[in-house]
């Protein structure tokens, strides 16, 4: 870091901008920015790797082919035509622009760089001239898309106009920081000055707030940037303003308070204790307020984010790091509300969930957020993007019928898109430091170069982390110093999977980390999670740390239902699951001993490497005549969670039954479960048709489903395919419908026709086609012959459908 410009965007990107006011406070603790840290490592830089040579190109392709980048282009008048898409898709290319620019401080691409200029350019014209930005009332203020209002912030509530804009903050932000190219800065500038004007206490102002938090993020990067007061004031006002406080003017929600906690716009955010609503949202928005507690010394904001984390981490958070339990409304569940099944945990909440982890250790200093970072980081995170980088999960549950696989991208492609700018940020996320001490909180094979207030250090670590539990750092201050290197000992090492009461291990271990410093082992005690060693450093100075890294059985706390008899493995940071393909072609009826012991091995050529854990299971089924289980010993196997579906889709399980109690025998075969099961169209998941889990209401939102969603008033069919010619006589249909809020009901109307000479027909029954809501619709129908049968569906006029299981006899 020799060059005066980097040591300037360097000084900005760990927080302290040189001409910020000096009364301002900021985090006591300063991340070392991610252009200092250059990862050497097995494990993390191939997926660097993979995203910045597929997953950018490819993210960036999507948002072609998808017309989310001519979007620009034609509210810039630079071409002709119409918006296309949803009206928070200018978000996703902004995000893109966030990771691009991130690569490019990292791995210069003159190629890259230039897509992105044309890309800035396209953006630039599309913005109005007094600032405004959102393509879609650009185009055309007179057909816009459903839910943005008929003017500006006229729906503020669902419009995404703010969300929009605060993506496009931080990535102009970051692409400054990587060029030095003011081109996309002066677009964020020119918009965040006509919000300041717009928004605001003033008479002649307006009072709201975004119903989808994110430009308050946004606004503080422009502050670090800008160094201008007015960009923070206005992200503190977008916070204050929740809850209604003075009374907005400008929208209320209706009149249950469903939207209102959905958004987090139920009370004020101060007096917000436990984390409700939309996930994404609202890890943003703690996101948010962990940078206000931190710049503005606001102790409410301080006491408020505290009471959150401490809400999400004793009662909200799976033992992935993932959160968001509800698939309805995306959002947290009830206090232990964790089932895995239907667990939701979208990708981008695990990043929310980082980005506020971060903040709350920068805060504090405290070792317990980055355990919290980095259980979701090598877990729930992970786990959202292909070894390949070019497919990703939205929904990360933690057990699996086999319905589940990873999509190459989505109408609304929120994931995808943060993974690429998530993941180029990675290496800013392993030292920290004060004045006097430096933290090192990620073990990651780096070399690394960190300015503190006495000289620069070069550090640098070797490690196979996270597969063995041996680091070896290399500490080289450019002048002897005296100073402290605080050694994050995570909580897994420390008996302690989570800083809550929410999950333990088994068993205690009583084998603790070895740390020796120049070959010779120390003494250490632990404070704040960190094992703290104040000495003089001089070059040579070798730190070693051996973590025990055990196969540990987690459990639950027993308020959390879904997992009562239940143990999940973890070994060091990776949490482990079980995968039908490794396993004799199922797991979800899988019984483990209360005393296994799992031995480990490393498979080179597995995943992309991989450590497995290896044992003994039972699995259990129930015999045809329905009475009695039968129990077969047979290998266990379980692999990383993040690494699962890379292999065809079958059964996946994290939580195993070690009680019989809890165990799910396979129940015996039926032609309905025995056949193949297609659709002319599908959403969710096609095999929820024959799982064999019996609703127990047509809204079950616990169990997989199959819908039509988003087709409408069409008319469908759902198909199956026996194996041989089977005689059938009884049909029983269980049909999703999640009214009155849901966008599905029970079809209009509906028949049954079976394949007969290579044509379908229609089979012969008495009466009509009841259709019937909570129970099973079931019609007894003259028997036919056939391979197979075929559901013809007539949607509900302005409504979708689905079927949560459907058997015959
Ligand atoms: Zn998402």
Known sequence: MKNSLLLILVTILTGSCSNKDNNMTDYPVKPVAFTNVK?????????????????????????????????????????????????????DVYKVIEGASYSLNIHPDPELEKYLDDLIAKITAAQEDDGYLYTCRTINPDSLPAYTGKTRWSQLKDSHELYNIGHMYEAAVAYYRATGKKSLLKVAIRSANLIDKVFGQGEDQLHGVPGHQEIEIGLVKLYRVRGDKKYLKLAKYFLDQ????????????????????????????????????????????????????????????????????????????????????????????????????????????????????????????DAKYIDVLERTLYNGFLSGVSIHGDKFFYPNPLESDGSHERKPWFSCSCCPTNVARFLPSLPG????????????????????????????????????????????????????????????????????PVPSDLYHYMNRSDQKPIIKINNKEIKYSISNGYAKINRQWEKEDVIEIEFPMLARKVIANEKVKEDIGKYSIERGPIVYCAEWVDN?????????????????????????????????????????????????????????????????????????????????????????????????YTHDQILAVNDQLNPKNSNDHEIPRFTFWDHKGTTEWVQYDFNEETTISNIHIYWFDDGPNGGCRVPETWKILYLKNGEWKEVSKHGEYPVLKDEFTSIEISSVKTKSMRLEIKLKENFSGGILEWKLD
């Open 242 to 365: 929740r809850g209604n406080p003075a009374g907005h003017k400008l929208y209320v929600y209706g009149e249950d308070g469903n939207n209102k906690i959905y958004t987090q716009d139920y009370k004020p955010v101060t007096e917000q204790f436990e984390a409700v609503g939309h996930a994404v949202r609202a890890a943003y928005m703690y996101s948010g307020m962990t940078d206000i507690a931190a710049l503005t010394n606001d102790k409410n904001y301080n006491k408020a984010v505290d009471k959150l984390w401490d809400n999400v981490v004793s009662k909200k958070l799976y033992i992935t790091g993932g959160i968001g339990a509800k698939h309805a409304g995306e959002a947290f569940g009830e206090n232990y509300y964790l089932p895995n099944l239907s667990a939701y945990n979208e990708t981008c909440a695990a990043v929310a969930n980082i980005l506020w982890n971060q903040r709350m250790f920068l805060l504090n200093g």
């Open 429 to 496: 996320y392993v030292y920290a430091h004060t004045k006097d001490d430096l933290f090192i909180n990620l073990y990651i094979g780096n070399k690394a170069n960190i300015n503190m207030d006495f000289g620069e250090i070069n550090i640098s670590q070797t490690t196979n982390y996270p597969w063995d539990g041996n680091v070896k750092i290399n500490i080289e201050p450019e002048i002897k110093s005296k100073f402290t290197v605080s050694l994050r000992i995570p909580g897994w090492a420390q008996n302690k």
């Open 584 to 680: 004799g072609g199922k797991v979800r009826n899988l019984l483990l001993d209360k005393n296994a012991d799992f031995t480990h091995e490393y498979k080179e050529n597995l995943i992309n490497s991989v450590v497995i854990l290896k044992g003994i299971s039972k699995s259990l089924s129930i015999d045809k005549s329905g009475n009695s289980t039968i129990e077969k010993e047979q290998n266990f196997i379980a692999i990383p969670y993040y690494a699962w579906a890379h292999r065809g889709n079958g059964e996946m399980a994290v939580w195993f039954p070690y009680e019989k109690s809890a165990a799910n025998p396979t129940p015996p075969p039926t032609i309905a479960s025995e056949s193949k099961v297609s659709a002319l």
């Open 39 to 91: 990862f050497t490592d097995n494990f993390w830089l191939p997926r660097l790797d993979t995203n910045r040579i597929i997953t950018i190109p490819y993210d960036f392709k999507k948002c072609e082919e998808t017309h989310r980048i001519d979007n620009f282009a034609i509210a810039g008048g630079l071409q002709k035509g119409s918006f296309v898409g949803i009206r928070y898709n200018d978000s």
